[in-house]
Structure formats: C-alpha cells, structure tokens
C-alpha cells in the first residue's frame, strides 16, 4: 500500500458471514455483500445498520446490484421499478456501488431455473446498443446519472457510519437519513438526506414517515423544507410526513434538508 496507494483491494467473495469479514479483517478495501439478496424492508432495515454501525470499524461494503451470476427474481420480475429501486438503494445507502454491464438496460431474462443472466459475457460477446436504448426510452441510464450526480453533490451520502433507519407506518416504504454536520464536511456546512423508497415494485404505496429530527441535527418539533432532488419539488416537512410512492412513475423520494 505504501508504494501503490491508490491501489485497492475487493474481496469479490459471496460467501459465509465469518469469511467475509474476516477477509475485511485482514485488509481488503472494499467487499461484496449480502446486499443483492436483501429485497425487503425488513430485511434492508436490519441489512443497513448491520454495515453501518456494527460491522463499519472494517468492513467496506460495496453494493453491487448484480452480477453476470446474480440476477434474483426481484430483479426478474419486477420490471422498471425494480431496477430504479436497486439502484437507488445502493447509490443513496452505501459509499461505493457497482452494477454489471446492461442493468440499465433492465436485461432481465434468466436461465430457467436459475438466478443467472441467460446471455452474458461469461458465455458470447455482448453487444448494447445504448444509444438506441436511449432514444427508444429503454434505458434508465438518465436514472442512474440523477443518482450519482446526487452523490458527488452530497457528502453525508459518500459515509457509511452515519446511515440511521427511520420510522415509517407501511411494511414496504424503507425510510433512512444521512446527516454530516459542519464540522465534520469538507464544505463547511451541514448536510442532510432523507431517503424513501417503496421496495414494492407492483404497486402504489402509501405511508406516514416519522423521523427522529435529532438524527438530522434539528430540534424534535422543527419545520423544515425539504426538496425532492429527483422531482424537484419542494415541501415543508416536520418529523411526521404523509408520502405516497407510485412504483410506475417514481418510487423513491430523495430530499435534501
């Protein structure tokens, strides 16, 4: 490391829970993680703050939304919103993130029987047409750049540590916040994000989100605006908010405090 510090090291390792930490353990930069098989709001809530607070001292996750091998059947049958969905958990939740060749795409056809791409490059050359992806409105590559404009914009969203689960009313609406307060940004200001994602890629949902303002660095009964970075719309926001997330036009909400 000392003579190629830019150099990093990803332990690309689905494997035990005992193995893979101990492969961060003993120095690997980055790791795969159980992220791409966590799909629910339950499973995410537990997910998240296991790498953000329990395991963070050395454990770097990565979250890859898919592989040439990994294309689970949220992926399979969820259409669109699945694939915004998974991008936008990763992108928002976890520093660093990752997706194979052709997610943007929404390639989604699997080997019967299976959880692996039916044609992938482990198997032929691939040709995409993401020109003509994108013009022909079968692509979500616009998507994916919102997202990682966000990202670089927003530094408490490059930290890990400071992921905090919200409370929301509805089993499928998963709700969590990231706040940088001014002395610890490079900016010199304070940075806040809520993010509301409907994991329910069939349906309209609809939920009360509950926050814990002290986790933003706000007082308990503060009004506050709050501003959609994906809509651009702007809302006056206390600690309980009513939100509806249409899985057909946009299932997440991403709002800047």
Known sequence: ?????????????????????????????????????????????????????????????????????????????????????????????????GMYAGFELIENIARPGSEENIDNEKYEYKFRDFAGALKGGRSIAPYIATLNAIRRAHP??????????????????????????AHLSETGTPDGVIVIVNTDPHAVRETMVRLDLSLLGLPHEASFTA??????????WTKDNFVRLDSFSEPVHVMSI
């Open 156 to 181: 408490a969203l490059q930290q890990l540590r400071n992921l905090r689960v919200q409370h929301t009313d509805d089993d499928a609406i998963l709700a969590f916040s990231k706040y940088l307060p």
């Open 1 to 97: 490391n000392g003579k190629h510090p830019d150099v990093v090291f990803l332990a690309e390792a689905f494997t035990r829970p005992a193995m893979m930490h101990t492969l961060a353990a003993v120095g690997f930069q980055q790791s795969y993680t159980y992220f791409t098989w966590r799909n629910h709001k339950r499973e995410l809530a537990e997910y998240f703050t296991e790498v953000s607070q329990h395991t963070s001292a050395f454990f770097r996750p990565n979250f890859f939304v898919n592989t040439p091998d990994i294309l689970t059947e949220y992926l399979q049958f969820g259409g669109v919103p699945a694939y915004k969905i998974r991008a936008a958990l990763a992108a928002m939740a976890a520093p660093t993130w």
């Open 227 to 236: 501003t959609d970075l994906i809509s651009g719309t702007t809302h006056t």
